[in-house]
């Protein structure tokens, strides 16, 4: 039988243990509960080159008429609501525990088809990154890659071009502003797939600047894993 203490110290433990759904505020015993995890916006049917949402087939019209540099983009959710929210709040509100949450949901449902030889995170530009505190994108990387065991690089490339945000532009002058942004420091003879890993794509202006660049050094192949395509 329990006595006072030991059943008043059960009960002090599944209080702290107890918290609200980040979403919802029903009581769970994780980020988001359950039903709000299976509600979120994951992508089903999607071009293979760049995960924009299909009806039929395998490639949108964008990429049939001209291929992406990089070969394949994997997104595991749309960019609406609630998951636009969850990147925000992880992007500029530095609540890492959303972060790590987006993080186990891309290991759980990224395909894994050819194992990569090393992942990117999309570098951010030095005074970006002491604005912020922090690069989302590297964060992601790091818990994909622990999790996964592909190892992961974060002084391979770097930013040189301080650009204005992409948020807002329009398709051209999101290649323009991106334009020459991103220099390749140094790669291992042994790379020859990577992958580049971002929390957002939008119309890939970004990927395909730091792809080229990573061609041009001699990657054969490099594709892109995303939380989540607008």
């Not at 919802?24 to 992508?43: E, H, K, R, V």
């Not at 570098?123 to 505190?133: I, S, V, Y």
């Not at 020459?180 to 939008?202: C, E, G, H, R, S």
Request: with cysteine; proline share 5%.
């Amino acid at each position: 039988m329990l006595n006072f203490k030991s059943s008043n110290f059960i009960l002090i433990t599944k209080r702290l243990l107890l918290q609200n759904c980040f979403l919802c505020g029903s009581d769970s015993n994780q980020l988001l509960c359950t039903a709000c995890l299976s509600d979120l916006p994951y992508q089903t049917s999607t071009c293979y080159n760049c995960a924009k949402p299909l009806k039929t087939g395998n490639l949108c019209k964008q990429c049939q008429q001209n291929l992406p540099p990089y070969t394949r983009v994997q997104a595991v959710f749309s960019y609406v609501y609630p998951v636009n929210k969850l990147i925000s709040v992880a992007k500029f509100k530095e609540n890492l525990p959303v972060l790590n949450l987006l993080g186990s949901l891309m290991v759980k449902y990224l395909q894994i088809e050819t194992r990569p030889d090393i992942l990117i995170p999309i570098p951010l530009h030095p005074k970006r990154l002491r604005q912020r505190g922090y690069n989302q994108s590297l964060e992601l990387t790091k818990y994909i890659s622990k999790h996964t065991g592909i190892p992961l690089s974060y002084n391979s490339c770097q930013r040189i071009k301080n650009t204005r945000p992409q948020v807002g532009l329009s398709t051209s002058k999101r290649a323009t502003n991106i334009q020459d942004a991103f220099k390749v420091n140094k790669i291992k003879k042994n790379w020859q797939y990577i992958i580049l890993i971002d929390d957002v794509m939008t119309t890939g202006s970004t990927v395909e600047a730091l792809t080229k660049e990573f061609l041009k050094a001699g990657i054969k192949r490099v594709d892109v894993w995303c939380c989540a395509r607008r």
